[in-house]
Structure formats: structure tokens, C-alpha cells
């Protein structure tokens, strides 16, 4: 299926729906109409086209600086999940038989980006934070342990007062999840 033709029966359907001249819209819904009978095209797959197009492919991105503490990676869960993205981390042995981790976050562009962001900005100012309050590094890392923790119960608040309406412009986590299975089968999830 050539996605570019179900985008261009998109744009026409929309400019048949949006416009305010009558001939406009009555010439753009015939021509959707015609290229989707056509060319055997669903509605269904149309809307599909149209969200793809608006929202980008789901896709992964390694996280730099691999959280390495406990609470730095319960924080990128956290951010993740509040911007509709999973994390998922992937080890394998290098040559000389070591354990490397990599931490990836897989979602649509715009949301792995500032979910990205996000926890890249939040780790450091906990870690600036927790150096201020003094301690040693076990009394550090449990502040920032403590403050991950009302991050996610902040972000669990959210998440079970949104509508799966509120989120239109967001990929729904399960789609992440099915978008894994295919991609990436590898990956284990944190």
C-alpha cells in the first residue's frame, strides 16, 4: 500500500470536512472517495496513514550515560511512562567478557526526545541536589531514591486520571509494545 496515496486521500478528506465552500468540499470528498474505491482503500486505513503522518513511526533511542544506580533508573521509567514511552534494556558480552548495558527508550520521535530531555535534566538536579544536602554516597543516592519515588507516584496520578482520549497525539504503550515484538525481540524490559 502506497502510504503517499493514503496520505493524499487524508488531506482530501480533511479539506472536504474543514472547507466553507460548498464546491471545494464537494470536489475534495469525491476525489478521496473515488481514489479510495479505486484502489480498494478502508477508511480504516486511511486514519491510519493520517495518524502515522501527523505522529511519526514509533522508533528507539539508545540513552546516553546508561543509568548505572537504582533510582536513576526507576527515574527513566518514570519520565517514559509520563510521556507515553517504554524503556527497555538490552545486555550483551563484550570481548573480553564483561556485561555491557544499553538503556533504550522506544516511542514516537517527539516523545522519546523529551522524555530524553526530561530525564536528562531531572538526573542531574537531583544529583546536584543531593551533593548540596551533604552525606555520603549511600545517603545521596537514597534522596534521590526518595524523590524518584514521588516522581512516579506523581506520574502514576497522572497516568490513571487521563482519558486514552487525552492522549491522541501520544502513541499508546501497548502499540510500543507490539512495535518491540516485531523490531526488536531482543530487548528485555527493565
Known amino acids: 500500500m502506497d502510504n ?27 476525489k478521496a472517495y473515488a481514489l479510495m474505491q479505486e484502489h480498494n482503500i478502508s477508511m480504516a486505513q486511511v486514519e491510519g496513514a493520517s495518524r502515522e503522518s501527523q505522529l511519526g513511526p514509533l522508533d528507539e533511542q539508545a540513552i546516553i550515560g546508561f543509568p ?7 527515574l527513566i521509567i518514570a519520565v517514559a511512562r509520563l510521556f507515553d514511552c517504554k524503556t527497555f534494556q538490552y ?26 530531555f526530561m530525564y536528562n535534566r531531572l538526573r542531574d538536579k537531583l544529583r546536584a541536589d543531593a551533593i548540596i544536602r551533604g552525606g555520603n ?15 512516579r507516584e506523581k506520574v502514576n496520578a497522572i497516568k490513571a486520571s487521563e482519558s486514552p ?13 507490539q512495535w518491540l515484538k516485531t523490531m526488536r525481540p531482543e530487548l528485555v524490559s527493565v
Not at 545486555?91 to 523529551?114: A, K, L
Open 4 to 30: 503517499k496515496l493514503l496520505i493524499r486521500i487524508s488531506k482530501l478528506l480533511s479539506l472536504g470536512n474543514g472547507s466553507s465552500f460548498d464546491g471545494e468540499a464537494e470536489s475534495a470528498l469525491q
Open 68 to 74: 548505572a544506580k537504582r533510582w536513576e533508573q526507576l
Open 91 to 116: 545486555s550483551r558480552q563484550d570481548q573480553q567478557g564483561r556485561t555491557c548495558n544499553t538503556e533504550y527508550i522506544v516511542g514516537r520521535e517527539g516523545n522519546r526526545i523529551t522524555a530524553v
Open 137 to 151: 554516597a549511600s545517603a545521596r543516592d537514597a534522596y534521590c531514591l526518595g524523590c524518584v519515588r514521588a516522581i
Open 165 to 177: 482520549t487525552d492522549a491522541w497525539g501520544i502513541v499508546p504503550v501497548d502499540e510500543v509494545s
